[in-house]
């Protein structure tokens, strides 16, 4: 009795402790150098809308004025701390030199009081975060645009169409640095940024030849605000998650996962001197985990080819858990199903399952696992 007691404590507590540091070592939290992380983002979150206004010139600045004045406005996402991208509508309201300077009083001439616009998809990396870490109580952030776009140029019909020069549609191209601050107290919802830029104009002709040319590129400086939507996390951020004591919690685990077969084994011998020692201790070996892809409980080959090292007529039980998205109906019912599909799949092998129970979530990290106890 003493010595089925001391296994039955063992293996709920194994088994237990086991599944999580298994799944947050999994997740690369298991690092000892690693005191903070991301919480994870969902597709909606850190999006962000803004508008903008500013001049340019041409880059030759042989003919600066007048300045072309400009109104844009941005819809972008951010992937992480460092990169995102966006998409940037630009309408012009200026036509010195904006599409060539061959000849050189060459102007659009348009009658319309849009002279061009111009929509781009640009890439975007902050060199801030890069280099010096993200901080969501950061105030100030420099970063860069790079992007490729599509310009309707609304000139003279006539001048369009002569050599091909001030055609009505070309290729684009923009880069820029930005320079941010971060403004609305702790949430810091809003951005000011004055953004320079280059926009080159890629296929002025003839022939539509794709060449950059200084002469065909306007020098702009931009002012505007960004709003950032909330996030699922409840700020407008990226949220930060201090990982010491995760940490601490897993090193004490992988302590007590060494050393409680030993202990065990020595209560055994010391409980039944004269038997020859015959227990089932615990052991990580005994433990199968098998892992399944986000909202899912299918089998993947791999993990039925790890089950069938798990010897016919072999005693187990199962254990399925979820990963903390979703409601919790969702996640008891998905934990149970991974159980299930698992005690399935050994029952067709001749393995005896004793249970199989779905526990939902287990812990703060991405336990998508069912744990398989061999007996």
């Known amino acids: 009795m003493h010595q089925r007691h001391i296994k039955q404590i063992q293996t709920t507590d194994i088994m237990k402790k086991a599944i999580l540091a298994l799944a947050v070592m999994a997740l690369g939290f298991g690092s000892a150098n690693a005191q903070t992380g991301l919480e994870k983002a969902k597709f909606f979150d850190n999006w962000y809308l803004g508008a903008k206004i500013g001049v340019s010139t041409p880059l030759t600045f042989n003919h600066t004025f007048p300045l072309n004045p400009n109104f844009g406005f941005k819809l972008g996402k951010n992937f992480s701390p460092v990169f995102g991208a966006n998409i940037e509508g630009l309408a012009n309201f200026g036509d010195n030199r904006f599409v060539t300077e061959i000849p050189d009083n060459l102007v659009l001439n348009s009658k319309t009081a849009v002279k061009s616009f111009n929509i781009g998809l640009n890439g ?70 004055i953004e320079p830029g280059i926009y080159w104009d890629l296929t002025h002709g003839p022939k539509d030849a794709v060449q950059m040319d200084k002469r065909c590129a306007q020098l702009a400086i931009q002012a505007g605000f960004n709003y950032k939507f909330k996030t699922s996390n409840g700020t407008n ?125 287990q812990g703060v990290t991405s336990n998508r696992l069912a744990v398989v106890y061999v007996k």
């Open 124 to 193: 975007t990396i902050n060199w801030t975060n890069l280099f010096l870490g993200y901080n969501e109580n950061k105030v100030f952030e420099l970063g860069s645009e790079l992007g490729l776009g599509y310009s309707k140029f609304y000139g003279d019909k006539v001048i369009s169409m002569k050599d091909n020069v001030g055609d009505d549609n070309d290729l684009t191209a923009k880069t820029s640095m930005t320079f941010t601050w971060n403004l609305g107290g702790a949430s810091k919802p809003w951005q000011l940024y």
């Open 237 to 361: 951020n990226f949220k930060k998650i201090d990982l010491t004591p995760l940490n601490d919690e897993i090193n004490d685990l992988r302590a007590q996962l060494a050393q409680k077969p030993k202990e065990v084994v020595k209560e055994v011998i010391k409980e039944v001197p004269v038997e020859k020692e015959t227990t089932n201790t615990v052991r990580i070996d005994n433990l199968f985990f098998v892992t399944f892809q986000q909202g899912k409980s299918a089998l993947v080959p791999d993990m039925k080819k790890a089950l069938n090292k798990i010897k016919s007529g072999s005693h187990v039980e199962i254990v399925g858990t979820a990963s903390p998205e979703g409601s919790k109906e969702l996640n008891d019912r998905l934990s149970q199903a991974r159980a299930d599909v698992v005690a399935s799949y050994l029952k067709t092998r001749g393995v005896i399952v004793d249970s199989a129970s779905g526990k939902g979530v």
